[in-house]
């Protein structure tokens, strides 16, 4: 399986920045399909916040358009989020998601989730 290792969190205040990255380690790894980052707030739902598919498209949920932007780096195999003009409603535990297809079965592919990294928006 693909470990997802996530980094960028820690607390803000409105108004500010964060940037999230997302690292995939593993040499099964044949192709990143689709990668995406959701949210999951306290006693809330996880959400789907931005996907990126692997040929760049990009596609953002209605409450992040405009402030956040996502990228990834094919040759670091990193999936990026940056986050512009915070809001305190923005606070949760953030989520990388990848579809990967393993070098061991070219025709198929599976899920990988990180393990989340808490974004606070306070002051």
Known sequence: ????????????????????????????????????WYRQAPGKERELVATITSGGATNYADSV????????????????????????EDTAVYYCHAQVTPVYARDSSYDSWGQGTQVTVSS
Do not use: H, W
């Open 65 to 88: 358009k405009g402030r956040f932007t996502i990228s990834r780096d094919y040759a670091k195999r990193t999936l990026y989020l940056q986050m512009n003009r915070l809001k305190p």
């Open 1 to 36: 399986q693909v470990q997802l290792v996530e980094s960028g969190g820690g607390l803000v205040q409105p108004g500010g920045s964060l940037s999230l990255s997302c690292t995939a380690s593993s040499e099964r790894i044949f192709r990143l399909n689709a990668m995406d």
